[in-house]
């Protein structure tokens, strides 16, 4: 029997595989019986819900895709009257949150605290200009949402969702790490900006969005590997994940997880196929613990 | 229940301007009215996300697809020959309520969903336009089924010259109440739906649109394809793909 199981503080996963923020609705669960999953993450949710973004608001570019949605959310009391939906889904439940200040991020965290399994602060989001990247940007305000959240929740697991477009990445995985974090998510999307050579206007009605994708995997990769040197808490890895190899590179780089994203949408039966070609790998290798590849990469 | 599924291309005819393709499925795929599939290949990562399309034909594991070559994916779906396998992803969206006999406006490869829409219905006014004969599909198999079919080419070169609106309209205004009482669906390119929807609220019709975009998920997950309407965002993939006329917002 092979241990996939892996911890997020006081939450353990029965395998390191998780559905990342902003991909699924719960009608993706007739695809699949979600229980095989370690856990899944929610659309990112503030208290008072947001509109979301001008459309167009995806576009697809060489093996990837920008997105501009805008964190389209009914806030937090519509989410918590839903919550049921996301129970039954038998798979723990991760609220990623989101907000205009350290407070509401705090008030966010209080109101759904025993309605879900673990939090996932969004500082990291590209495409709203009020909240989300620039917090991800300063290890000041991560460290301060963070110890927010951290003392809404008491010991509940707590990951810190970063973007990778920033030139104080470590600065802010350790500010959230001495916050108070359980875990990071590395990362968010990459910003990007597609344009229509025939009107000169961007493709998306948000002006620019976030990459995600295949094309995004090697830069993620390295950020997971450059991360997990730095800090002493575990890695969640996202990024372009569209096989289990793909999956298996983030946890030789230093992933103690990952999240499968936009890579759903073409393949919605993938989580299935990253769980079993992951148990495949490990048995044809003869290794019994998902921990055995760890960081295992050779330099 | 969604479900994934290969599918082997069977036949492919050029019909005018658009390619008709026959597909098997591993599992029959349930499409009913309004609903559409995603359509991706194992190959094309670099066509990173799949694509939505309406059926034309469903028969258990036979589907058929009409297309128009306009963009990447379609172009590369116009050169696959028979015995190309691709994956299918379905049914999609919310299905609808056809009524047995309603007034269908199709413009160009509009005609598709409106064409699959038919199979369900006993009958009714067809209208149908292209820019030419090469864009009008489906006529005699219409006439067939029980429908009127009333077809318009921009150039004249089959049917009525002008647009399809403007035939629909000469329709209206020589028998009008004709169409109390049925519902109305349309589709097509986005200046020919407004004008639709004038006409709509003129003539106070029963109107609903096929409406298409970008998408992601197909399953309401991303919220890439909202569409402004009169209630806010709304998502072409669950909370559609048909829409009444008077709530949608067309830019």
Redesign the interface.
């Given at each position: 029997m092979i241990n996939l199981s892996i911890s997020i503080g006081s939450l353990k996963l029965k395998n390191p595989i998780m559905l990342a923020s902003g991909v699924w609705e719960i009608q993706l669960s007739e695809m699949f019986d979600f229980s095989i999953l370690g856990a899944v993450v929610l659309k990112g949710v503030n208290l008072k819900g947001k509109i979301g973004n001008l459309p167009p608001r995806i576009v697809e570019t060489p093996c990837g895709m920008l997105n501009s949605i805008g964190l389209e959310n009914p806030g937090t009391d519509k989410l918590i009257s839903n919550i049921n939906d996301y129970k039954a889904l038998n798979v723990p439940i991760i609220a990623n949150i989101f907000g205009n200040s350290a407070d509401e991020y705090g008030e966010v965290a209080r109101r759904l605290l025993n309605y879900v399994d673990g939090f996932e602060i969004n500082i990291s989001c590209p495409n709203v200009k009020e909240s989300g990247i620039i917090f991800g940007r300063d290890p000041g305000s991560a460290f301060d949402i963070t110890k927010k959240v951290r003392n809404s929740i008491g010991n509940k697991p707590l990951i810190v969702k970063l973007t990778p477009d920033s030139d104080k990445i470590l600065e802010v995985a350790k500010a959230a790490e001495d916050g108070g974090a359980d875990a990071i998510s590395s990362s968010n999307t990459f910003t990007g900006l597609a344009i229509d050579i025939e009107t000169f206007k961007p493709m998306l009605g948000g002006l620019s969005g976030g990459l995600s994708g295949p094309a995004i995997k090697p830069l993620s990769i390295y950020r997971v590997w450059t991360l997990s040197k730095q800090i002493g808490i575990p890695i969640i890895g996202i990024g372009g994940i569209i096989s289990p190899e793909d999956a298996i590179e983030y946890f030789i780089a230093g992933a103690s997880a990952v999240q499968i994203g936009s890579g759903l949408f073409r393949n919605p039966t993938l989580p299935v196929e990253v769980v079993e070609g992951l148990i495949k790998y490990l048995e044809k290798r003869h290794i019994n613990s998902i921990n055995n590849i760890i960081g295992k990469l050779e330099v | 229940?969604?479900?994934?599924s290969k599918g082997i291309l069977k036949k492919k005819s050029k019909e005018g301007n658009y390619f008709l393709f026959t597909f098997e499925l591993d599992s029959p795929m349930p499409l009913m009215p309004g609903q559409f599939l995603?359509l991706?290949s194992d190959e094309s990562?670099?066509?990173?996300?799949?694509r939505p399309f309406s059926p034309v034909y469903v028969d258990g594991r036979i589907l058929e697809l009409l297309i128009k070559p306009v963009g990447?994916m379609t172009n590369l779906l116009a050169e696959y020959e028979t015995g190309k396998e691709m994956?299918f992803?379905g049914p999609l969206g919310k299905t609808i309520e056809v009524g047995k006999k309603g007034v269908l406006i199709a413009g160009g490869i509009g005609i598709a969903p409106l064409f699959f829409q038919s199979f369900f219905m006993e009958g009714g006014l067809f209208f149908i336009g292209g820019k030419n004969r090469n864009e009008i599909y489906g006529v005699e198999k219409l006439k067939s089924k029980g429908f009127e079919v009333f077809v318009s080419t921009d150039d004249g070169s089959i049917g009525k010259r002008g647009f399809v609106t403007n035939a629909f309209e000469e329709f209206l205004k020589k028998s009008p109440g004709k169409l109390r009482g049925l519902k109305v669906f349309s589709c097509g390119p986005k200046e020919m739906l407004k004008r639709m929807q004038e006409i709509g609220r003129i003539y106070d019709l029963n109107l609903f649109f096929y409406l298409e975009?970008?998408?992601?998920?197909?399953?309401?997950?991303?919220?890439?394809?909202?569409?402004?309407t009169n209630n806010?965002?709304k998502l072409v993939c669950?909370d559609g793909p048909v829409f009444r006329a008077d709530e949608v917002i067309i830019d």
């Amino acid at each position: 029997m092979i241990n996939l199981s892996i911890s997020i503080g006081s939450l353990k996963l029965k395998n390191p595989i998780m559905l990342a923020s902003g991909v699924w609705e719960i009608q993706l669960s007739e695809m699949f019986d979600f229980s095989i999953l370690g856990a899944v993450v929610l659309k990112g949710v503030n208290l008072k819900g947001k509109i979301g973004n001008l459309p167009p608001r995806i576009v697809e570019t060489p093996c990837g895709m920008l997105n501009s949605i805008g964190l389209e959310n009914p806030g937090t009391d519509k989410l918590i009257s839903n919550i049921n939906d996301y129970k039954a889904l038998n798979v723990p439940i991760i609220a990623n949150i989101f907000g205009n200040s350290a407070d509401e991020y705090g008030e966010v965290a209080r109101r759904l605290l025993n309605y879900v399994d673990g939090f996932e602060i969004n500082i990291s989001c590209p495409n709203v200009k009020e909240s989300g990247i620039i917090f991800g940007r300063d290890p000041g305000s991560a460290f301060d949402i963070t110890k927010k959240v951290r003392n809404s929740i008491g010991n509940k697991p707590l990951i810190v969702k970063l973007t990778p477009d920033s030139d104080k990445i470590l600065e802010v995985a350790k500010a959230a790490e001495d916050g108070g974090a359980d875990a990071i998510s590395s990362s968010n999307t990459f910003t990007g900006l597609a344009i229509d050579i025939e009107t000169f206007k961007p493709m998306l009605g948000g002006l620019s969005g976030g990459l995600s994708g295949p094309a995004i995997k090697p830069l993620s990769i390295y950020r997971v590997w450059t991360l997990s040197k730095q800090i002493g808490i575990p890695i969640i890895g996202i990024g372009g994940i569209i096989s289990p190899e793909d999956a298996i590179e983030y946890f030789i780089a230093g992933a103690s997880a990952v999240q499968i994203g936009s890579g759903l949408f073409r393949n919605p039966t993938l989580p299935v196929e990253v769980v079993e070609g992951l148990i495949k790998y490990l048995e044809k290798r003869h290794i019994n613990s998902i921990n055995n590849i760890i960081g295992k990469l050779e330099v | 229940m969604k479900l994934k599924s290969k599918g082997i291309l069977k036949k492919k005819s050029k019909e005018g301007n658009y390619f008709l393709f026959t597909f098997e499925l591993d599992s029959p795929m349930p499409l009913m009215p309004g609903q559409f599939l995603m359509l991706t290949s194992d190959e094309s990562i670099g066509l990173f996300l799949p694509r939505p399309f309406s059926p034309v034909y469903v028969d258990g594991r036979i589907l058929e697809l009409l297309i128009k070559p306009v963009g990447k994916m379609t172009n590369l779906l116009a050169e696959y020959e028979t015995g190309k396998e691709m994956i299918f992803i379905g049914p999609l969206g919310k299905t609808i309520e056809v009524g047995k006999k309603g007034v269908l406006i199709a413009g160009g490869i509009g005609i598709a969903p409106l064409f699959f829409q038919s199979f369900f219905m006993e009958g009714g006014l067809f209208f149908i336009g292209g820019k030419n004969r090469n864009e009008i599909y489906g006529v005699e198999k219409l006439k067939s089924k029980g429908f009127e079919v009333f077809v318009s080419t921009d150039d004249g070169s089959i049917g009525k010259r002008g647009f399809v609106t403007n035939a629909f309209e000469e329709f209206l205004k020589k028998s009008p109440g004709k169409l109390r009482g049925l519902k109305v669906f349309s589709c097509g390119p986005k200046e020919m739906l407004k004008r639709m929807q004038e006409i709509g609220r003129i003539y106070d019709l029963n109107l609903f649109f096929y409406l298409e975009e970008r998408m992601g998920c197909g399953m309401g997950g991303c919220k890439g394809c909202a569409i402004k309407t009169n209630n806010g965002y709304k998502l072409v993939c669950i909370d559609g793909p048909v829409f009444r006329a008077d709530e949608v917002i067309i830019d």
